[in-house]
């Protein structure tokens, strides 16, 4: 009867290693993460493991063998008797009954370890990987602990063989997905119905932003709206009223001279009697400058650091080349924006 216990702890035993082999390169670091700060000790212990993946493959794989080794070694004396008894009243030669049993023995221990120490929770572990952690993580981490010395020699020699094949040992599966690689999950994500035709869009759009630059969405300087610093307050509401604009670059001493822009919400704050005069530079908002090759993904990391919606785009001589606004970024991700504001010639 010892030795049936016997046998049902060594699966036992061998399913946790073999759990946690296939919990360990299935898991996300996020969501275990999530359960270490939830207080789970067995994630905490995962996250550890998971940055030293070649000694926790080697101890699994370590107590995978053993287990096994000894589930051999015990099969026939606990399972041996059990089929000799049911043999010899079938009439089965007694010099047959031990040979017999033995390989009887040896074949049901062989399917309850496959079964059951094998197949059921590698399923388990791809299944639920962080949950799987949470229970298996402090048994291997004991054991891993324990057998460190012959993990230390099995890793190395591992090492060793792996080197000549032209392949260089991990200790950790974090690794960086490519813009290919993101956008073959996004269509997969999308063919499987995880997320919508206009959420794939938004995505692969963002995810492309950064290959394109300022150049690509930026008002030319010929077409930028620019009033003069010594218009009147009636000017430029005309000019507002005609070009749909919010914001007006604002000229100096020259047309090249930009500096700064009037936001119409400024401008409803003078008083009437202001109609017919200059509008005060000290309303005038100072720009954010870019260069034209700058990529859009960090362009719009400027303006949001700059709490800015627009950026004057001017080459390294200083010379002024167009006008690039938030909405024109926005545009890329989700397609034209239009309001009621705006004429069929306005972009800004």
């Known amino acids: 009867m010892l030795a049936l216990a016997a046998v049902v702890a060594l699966i036992a035993i061998n399913s946790v290693f073999v759990a946690t082999e296939f919990a360990l390169v299935t898991s996300r670091t996020s969501?275990?993460?999530?359960?270490?700060?939830?207080?789970?000790?067995?994630?905490?212990?995962?996250?550890?493991?998971?940055?030293?993946?070649?000694?926790q493959m080697s101890g699994a794989q370590l107590g995978i063998t053993l287990s096994s080794v000894a589930l051999g070694i015990l099969a026939e004396p606990a399972i041996g008797p059990w089929v000799s008894s049911a043999l010899e009243p079938a009439g089965v030669p007694e010099a047959a009954v031990e040979t017999t049993g033995w390989v009887i023995a040896l074949a049901g221990a062989s399917v309850l370890q496959m079964l059951f120490g094998e197949l059921v929770p590698k399923n388990l572990a791809i299944a639920d990987p962080e949950r799987t952690l949470g229970w298996t993580m402090p048994v291997h981490r004991a054991f891993v602990t324990v057998s460190a010395p012959a993990i230390w020699v099995l890793d190395r020699a591992a090492a060793l063989l792996v080197r000549p094949l032209g392949h260089r040992p991990v200790d950790s599966l974090e690794h960086s997905l490519g813009a290919a690689e993101l956008s073959a999950v996004l269509v997969a994500s999308r063919s499987e119905g995880l997320i919508e035709g206009f959420e794939h869009d938004l995505l692969a759009s963002a995810l492309h932003l950064g290959s394109r630059s300022v150049t690509s969405v930026m008002i030319p300087r010929s077409e930028m709206v620019v009033v003069d610093r010594r218009m009147t307050l009636a000017e430029i509401e005309d000019v507002i009223v005609t070009s749909g604009h919010s914001r007006l670059v604002v000229s100096g001493a020259g047309p090249d001279d930009l500096v700064g822009f009037f936001h119409v919400k400024d401008l409803f704050r003078l008083p009437p009697e202001a109609q017919d005069e200059p509008i005060p530079l000290e309303l005038r908002r100072r720009m954010l400058v870019v260069e034209p090759d700058l990529p859009l993904d960090d362009l719009l990391l400027r303006m949001r650091r700059a709490r800015s919606h627009l950026a004057l785009v001017r080459e390294s001589n200083g010379s002024t080349v167009g006008l690039v606004t938030m909405e024109d970024v926005i545009e890329e991700l989700v397609g034209d924006i239009r309001d009621e504001s705006d004429t069929p010639a306005s972009r800004a």
């Open 31 to 55: 969501r275990l993460q999530t359960r270490a700060d939830g207080g789970s000790r067995g994630a905490r212990l995962a996250l550890t493991a998971r940055t030293d993946l070649r000694r």
